[in-house]
């Protein structure tokens, strides 16, 4: 399983941008949850975001909630994040990530499987 994010750049605080993370097995091969995750620089990595495919539910940390929105096209292979009302501190690695599970998605331990990161950088 290989995983793809795409989308990242540079944007003015306040601005918007959407990632992207294509996976090239399809949900059905066990993976059942995709997660968002983000590391600053000298910061440990932190999460951002979840889907699980079954039911579509989705979860965010306070520090995102009502700005970013997590959303799956299951036909495609493809999660999306999009990002609004982006804040300097949002500046990071952002990592896409494939888990088995369906519980404990925000931790980085349930996930197998990483893509490389698109970095995302929010100018004050």
């Known amino acids: 399983v290989q995983l793809q994010a795409s989308g990242g750049g540079l944007v003015q605080a306040g601005g918007s941008l959407r990632l992207s993370c294509a996976a090239s097995?399809?949900?059905?091969?066990?993976?059942?949850?995709i997660g968002w995750f983000r590391q600053a620089p000298e910061k440990e990595r932190e999460f951002v975001a979840f889907l699980r495919w079954r039911g579509k539910i989705s979860d965010y940390p306070d520090s995102v909630k009502g700005r970013f929105t997590i959303s799956g096209d299951s036909a495609k292979n493809t999660v999306y994040l999009q990002m609004n009302s982006l804040r300097p501190e949002d500046t990071a690695v952002y990592y896409c990530?494939?888990?088995?599970?369906?519980?404990?998605?925000?931790?980085?331990?349930?996930?197998?499987?990483w893509g490389q990161g698109t970095l995302v950088t929010v100018s004050s």
């Open positions: 990530a494939a888990s088995p599970r369906e519980l404990g998605l925000s931790s980085a331990t349930s996930y197998v499987y």
């Open positions: 097995a399809p949900s059905g091969r066990g993976l059942r949850s």
